[in-house]
T-cell receptor, first 111, second 114 residues
Framework: DSGVTQTPKHLITATGQRVTLRCSPR?????VYWYQQSLDQGLQFLIH???????AKGNILERFSAQQFPDLHSELNLSSLELGDSALYFC??????????FGPGTRLTVL | EDQVTQSPEALRLQEGESSSLNCSYT??????LFWYRQDPGKGPEFLFT???AGEEKEKERLKATLTKKESFLHITAPKPEDSATYLC???????????????FGAGTRLAVHP
């Protein structure tokens, strides 16, 4: 158990819908990262938040957005969902620039 | 361009048959190299961090080593429970305005059979 929690574990929805994924970092970690893992793409970095502020964006679509709240939990919002958005979404957290610890993930299925 | 290549893509071993996984990288400057283990449908589990060429780290049947261009994950006398995908990630040196970026390889799928 890494100490990073993610909810829900599974999410099934339809194309065009909007969903919210939630992540709670390890106690004391100020950084939260979001990754997408699909079968043909491997682990792709989406976005990084540090202590409530966005620090960097990776391969994140404009339909996706995220935020980190004062209690340091983070939410990833995915809208206008397409079939190709079906994937595993992972959250990771770290202390500063050190090792990133990953959560168990949310499996999103778009039908 | 920063790049990470892992080989082989898949590896099948008999229980007790030792082997090595390779991670080759190209980065402008390396701050750290990370190994993770990932079971199907689960999150990557942290194994090791290596920071400088010549460094070695061990944990049970696993040993990770680092050179200036590649890292190896040696598996000694593997057991079926070592079956998983092993991911390598590099963290480039941070320049002004940089961030804690991890670049992942595609992974090596290891299957250990009794």
């Amino acid at each position: 158990d890494s100490g990073v929690t993610q909810t829900p574990k599974h999410l099934i929805t339809a194309t065009g819908q909007r969903v919210t994924l939630r992540c709670s970092p390890r106690s004391g970690d100020l950084s939260v990262y979001w990754y997408q893992q699909s079968l043909d793409q491997g682990l792709q970095f989406l976005i990084h938040y540090y202590n409530g502020e966005e620090r960097a964006k990776g391969n994140i679509l404009e339909r996706f957005s995220a935020q980190q709240f004062p209690d340091l939990h983070s939410e990833l919002n995915l809208s206008s969902l397409e079939l190709g958005d079906s994937a595993l979404y992972f959250c990771a957290s770290s202390v500063g620039w050190d090792t990133q610890y990953f959560g168990p993930g949310t499996r999103l299925t778009v039908l | 361009e920063d790049q990470v290549t892992q080989s082989p893509e898949a590896l099948r071993l008999q229980e007790g048959e030792s082997s090595s996984l390779n991670c080759s990288y190209t980065v402008s400057g390396l701050r750290g190299l990370f190994w993770y283990r990932q079971d199907p449908g689960k999150g990557p589990e942290f194994l090791f961090t290596l920071y400088s060429a010549g460094e070695e780290k061990e944990k049970e049947r696993l040993k990770a080593t680092l050179t200036k261009k590649e890292s190896f994950l040696h598996i000694t006398a593997p057991k079926p429970e070592d079956s998983a995908t092993y991911l390598c990630a590099v963290q480039p040196v941070l320049f002004s305005g940089g961030y804690n970026k991890l670049i992942f390889g595609a992974g090596t799928r290891l299957a250990v059979h009794p």
